[in-house]
T-cell receptor, first 112, second 114 residues
Framework: DQQVKQNSPSLSVQEGRISILNCDYT??????FLWYKKYPAEGPTFLIS?????DKNEDGRFTVFLNKSAKHLSLHIVPSQPGDSAVYFC???????????FGAGTILRVKS | GAGVSQSPSNKVTEKGKDVELRCDPI?????LYWYRQRLGQGLEFLIY????????KSGLPSDRFSAERTGESVSTLTIQRTQQEDSAVYLC????????????FGDGTRLSIL
């Protein structure tokens, strides 16, 4: 039972344009959501998070949107840069919980 | 260093052997987690330590897997009688342990069972 789903295995975007990565979840107990970026042979790097009391959180080029009624979140990267090319993982937990539940990841390729 | 450190970075061993993986968390982080990532999949929770509380072992796949942590420092993950399906990248993370704090990951140990 996949509680966190990233339905797009890959995404290709032109440099300078917007990248939109999507994530859906099924567990209504989740109230804390994170995005991680992963390069080959490295561990995931934390990018941005959002708690369920918000519907948007912004940090520089990265913005995460949360739609609780749809159990959907998205990561927007604007403008996209070639260095953003990596695997992006969505993760969720209960805010007072311990483990993160991860999606399978989306490979982002930013073409120059 | 300032980040989570894991060793070894790569481990190749024969089926049936025991392996021990090590994790040094970020100083001051009270919470420590182990995850596993199989090829082409997302990260899978294994075990969680928080201070002196009993660890949450709910993600360990079998009794061949065990982990220890000394206080709020180093942790070791041990896999006994390894099987080929244990081949994966084993990732350690740490956090401040308070609600709403992100977990920070090491670069993992790539374990290959021949």
């Amino acid at each position: 039972d996949q509680q966190v789903k990233q339905n797009s295995p890959s995404l290709s975007v032109q440099e300078g344009r917007i990248s939109i990565l999507n994530c859906d979840y099924t567990n209504s107990m989740f109230d804390y959501f994170l995005w991680y970026k992963k390069y080959p042979a490295e561990g995931p790097t934390f990018l941005i998070s959002i708690s369920s009391i918000k519907d948007k959180n912004e940090d520089g080029r990265f913005t995460v949107f949360l739609n609780k009624s749809a159990k959907h979140l998205s990561l927007h990267i604007v403008p996209s840069q070639p260095g953003d090319s990596a695997v992006y993982f969505c993760a969720a937990s209960e805010i007072h919980g311990n483990k993160l539940v991860f999606g399978a990841g989306t490979i982002l390729r930013v073409k120059s | 260093g300032a980040g989570v450190s894991q060793s070894p970075s790569n481990k190749v061993t024969e089926k049936g052997k025991d392996v021990e993986l090590r994790c040094d968390p970020i100083s001051g982080h009270t919470a420590l987690y182990w995850y596993r990532q199989r090829l082409g999949q997302g990260l899978e929770f294994l075990i969680y330590f928080q201070g002196n509380s009993a660890p949450d072992k709910s993600g360990l796949p079998s009794d061949r897997f065990s982990a220890e942590r000394t206080g709020e420092s180093v942790s070791t993950l041990t896999i006994q009688r390894t099987q080929q399906e244990d081949s994966a990248v084993y990732l350690c993370a740490s956090s401040l342990g308070q609600g709403g704090q992100p977990q920070h990951f090491g670069d993992g140990t790539r374990l290959s069972i021949l």
